[in-house]
């Protein structure tokens, strides 16, 4: 299997830098070296409310990603993140860190019950016998019992009855009580109506790239007509600055002006206004950092409300920029050179 453990433990990705407002109220960086994770520490309540899902099923607004998160770190960021408010975490089988995860959600001291953990099929273990196998992996990884949330990690349109049949088992987990609630991630329209027709259970997240530069209206409309939530990865624009088209001129959301300015107004820094534009517009943000405290920014933010204008100018900066690769694209073998195009990069 190809997966990022090797070449994340190698390049020691970071996240991308988080644009700070200049504003003094705002609060300077906090000292992250006074911030080691003490497996004593008290455990800060659950700060994100919760939507339902289709099914019923309660998941947080807000959550901490582990995409790219380098596996010596992944235990210590996870484990402090849940001792700090956090209740939802997400991770894949490509990532290449589910055991770490696993291990800093044990030593978080949080119990289980509390928690939300999501984690996503790889697409080289799609059809149906093989998806059994990978949540198996994957629930021995990280140490549970069963996954609150079980997703599909792209559509695959070009074996799409792979697709289908890895959904099925993913149908015979769920009806067995191993998964409280199943899902998709990066599916189009298009790949969500050829889904449906040919399963019984409704996706009841769709977890795709989502910002103010990617607002992907119809497909969130889409959504909201079947009872899909829209969960976002990349939510403050990451992809757009750490994937940039043209690396000397990376794009960053969290410097636009209309962001600065909001966050100038709201006296709270770039990043926690374009979270709270996500959780108000009803869908859920899993951005991720390596940083304490950006986590702690991160989570903060159910102490103010966007006015109406103010989401609406949110919105007009949409200019339709993915970050990440485009579904209809992607399969093994574009996986495998994005990969090597990295590597490149890395040794150059």
């Known amino acids: 299997m190809t997966n990022r453990r090797d ?8 996240s991308g830098a988080l644009a700070v407002s200049s504003v003094a109220s705002a609060g300077s960086i906090l000292n992250s070296t006074a911030m080691n994770v003490n497996q004593n520490a008290d455990i800060v309540p659950a700060k994100s409310p919760t939507i339902k899902l289709n099914n019923g099923v309660e998941m947080p607004v807000l959550g901490v ?21 956090y209740r939802l975490v997400d991770t894949a089988t490509n990532y290449g860190n589910e055991k770490e995860v696993g291990e800093g959600i ?13 984690t996503k099929l790889w697409i080289e273990d799609f059809g149906y016998d093989n998806a059994i196998k990978g949540f198996e992996n994957s629930l021995k990884l990280l140490g549970l019992d069963y996954i609150d949330l079980y997703i599909l990690h792209w559509p695959v349109p070009t074996d799409f009855d792979k697709t ?16 409280r609630a199943i899902g998709v991630s990066n599916f189009t329209i298009e790949h969500l ?54 690396p000397t001129a990376p794009i960053r959301l969290l410097q636009d002006y209309t962001i600065v300015k909001l966050a100038e107004k709201y006296k709270k820094v770039t990043a926690q206004i374009v979270l709270r534009w996500h959780v108000q517009n009803g869908m859920i943000a899993i951005p991720k950092s390596q940083h304490y405290e950006r986590l702690l920014y991160n989570i903060d933010i159910f102490d103010f ?5 103010d989401m609406a100018a949110i919105d007009n900066l949409n200019k339709n920029l993915h970050g990440g690769p485009l579904p209809n694209l992607f399969d093994v073998a574009a996986f495998k050179k994005i990969i090597a195009g990295r590597k490149t990069k890395i040794q150059a």
């Open 193 to 246: 109506e050829n889904l449906m027709k040919q399963t019984s259970v409704v996706p009841a997240i769709n977890q795709v790239e989502l910002h103010p530069y990617l607002i992907q209206k119809d497909l969130r409309g889409f959504h909201k007509n079947h009872g899909i939530v829209t969960e976002c990865w990349g939510p403050i624009g990451g992809e757009l600055t750490n994937s940039a088209s043209n």
């Open 65 to 85: 990603g582990s995409f790219a998160l380098p596996t010596i770190q992944a235990a210590d960021d996870i484990a402090f993140a849940l001792q700090n408010g």
């Open 164 to 179: 289908v049949q890895a959904y099925k088992a993913l149908e015979k987990l769920y009806v067995d009580k191993k998964i």
């Open 305 to 309: 409300e966007l006015t109406a204008d």
């Open 106 to 118: 044990k030593r978080s001291g949080v119990k289980r019950s509390e928690l939300f953990v999501t």
């Open 7 to 14: 070449f994340i433990k190698k390049a020691g990705l970071a």
